[in-house]
């Protein structure tokens, strides 16, 4: 599984969350940017790839079971993001109270509703050599900002409407 980005910053710009190991243990860490060191997160052991929430009060991490889970922004229990057991989620956004903007293992873009429901939105178009749609924000209005890869790193940035999967350079 992988999980991007290694870090993330609240709307506000006063709280930085982002990925470290410390004793052999990777953890989600949060920092106040009038603090001048992180603290670990309890709850996040083995986790990666931090996304906070729209309200920045949950942040989702890739476990170290390979599933996405949630806890709140201060730490706590971790509660695992409802997806089929059989379904591998490579990137994750939070797309407004209905749920998340996924890319799936194998380069699907998809809507993952909180019920656990996938909705596929857009397929790696292969006659452009596309691997994989990575999600890389929701937009307002609810578009999603999508890197279509071809050769890691390099790709191609565009929009895709959630309803059709139409695609805007």
Known sequence: AWAEPASAMSSDGRLLLYNADADGVTRIYARR?????????????????PVLSPDNLWVAFNGANGRWQKIPV????????????????????????????????????ALLRNTGAIDSVAVPDRTRHEQSLD?????????????????????HLFSVEPATGKRTP
Request: charged share 10%; glycine share 20%.
């Open 135 to 155: 999600v890389m924000e929701v937009l307002p209005g609810g578009n999603l900002l999508v890197i279509a890869t071809d050769d890691w790193p390099a790709g």
């Open 33 to 49: 940017l009038t603090d001048a060191v992180g603290t670990p997160l309890s709850g996040s052991e083995g986790g990666i790839g």
């Open 74 to 109: 201060q730490g706590g229990a971790p509660v695992t993001i409802n997806y089929p057991p059989d379904v591998t989620v490579g990137v994750l956004r939070w797309n407004g109270m209905d749920g998340h903007a996924v890319t799936l293992g194998d380069g699907t873009l």
